[in-house]
T-cell receptor, first 108, second 117 residues
Framework: GQSLEQPSEVTAVEGAIVQINCTYQ??????LSWYQQHDGGAPTFLSY????GLEETGRFSSFLSRSDSYGYLLLQELQMKDSASYFC?????????FGAGTQVVVTP | ETGVTQTPRHLVMGMTNKKSLKCEQH?????MYWYKQSAKKPLELMFV???????ENNSVPSRFSPECPNSSHLFLHLHTLQPEDSALYLC????????????????FGDGTRLSIL
């Protein structure tokens, strides 16, 4: 079957670095995506990894290891506006399978 | 982002009512999706339409009936719903759902918060 595991909540202070891990089991794996969702808002696309390695987009970076079925999202220089839920999603046979999400709480 | 618009934002209905959720995308995409989001649970894919054709029905009960008259509009018709159907219903679009490889991010609407009395 298919499954994704990510922590339910992470708390950190402004300016800190947070790493959200995601492990998955799936068939037909094409890539791993990350989405951000603020309370009451729409999920918004952050990044996509199809190949092993690190992808950097500003303060956010995403990593993938296909051999380990593992990826992570790295949030650097945390800001209050980064408080949100973050979802990893496996692209499997052209469909997205989402994890349950990680609530990131940024404190002053 | 106003690329994907969903109406209404909130809906309260009784179990015997019939209502419809509407989604419209202005991104020129060819694929549209319905998801259900319940608290503390992963987004659940319900339906996929690609070029107006339904390509995925993820074992959704028949009390949910989708309609896609064109690539820009998607509806979800609701009837005889149950209390456990209370959730946030999200619509999304992407360029093409048939391309498995490659980065085709999905663009989501703000959702309709549905409450069943």
């Amino acid at each position: 079957g298919q499954s994704l595991e990510q922590p339910s909540e992470v708390t950190a202070v402004e300016g800190a670095i947070v790493q959200i891990n995601c492990t998955y089991q799936t068939s037909g794996f094409y890539g791993l995506s990350w989405y951000q969702q603020h309370d009451g808002g729409a999920p918004t696309f952050l990044s996509y990894n199809a190949l092993d390695g690190l992808e950097e987009t500003g303060r956010f970076s995403s990593f993938l290891s296909r051999s380990d079925s593992y990826g992570y999202l790295l949030l650097q220089e945390l800001q209050m506006k980064d408080s949100a839920s973050y979802f990893c999603a496996v692209n499997s046979w052209g469909k997205l399978q989402f994890g349950a999400g990680t609530q990131v709480v940024v404190t002053p | 982002e106003t690329g994907v618009t969903q109406t209404p934002r909130h809906l309260v209905m009784g179990m015997t009512n019939k209502k419809s959720l509407k989604c419209e995308q202005h991104l020129g995409h060819n694929a549209m999706y319905w998801y259900k989001q319940s608290a503390k649970k992963p987004l659940e894919l319900m339906f996929v339409y690609n070029f107006k054709e339904q390509t995925e029905n993820n074992s959704v009960p028949s009390r949910f009936s989708p309609e896609c008259p064109n690539s820009s509009h998607l509806f979800l018709h609701l009837h005889t719903l149950q209390p456990e159907d209370s959730a946030l219903y999200l619509c999304a679009s992407s360029q093409d759902s048939s391309q498995g490889e490659g980065n085709q991010p999905q663009h989501f609407g703000d959702g309709t918060r549905l409450s069943i009395l």
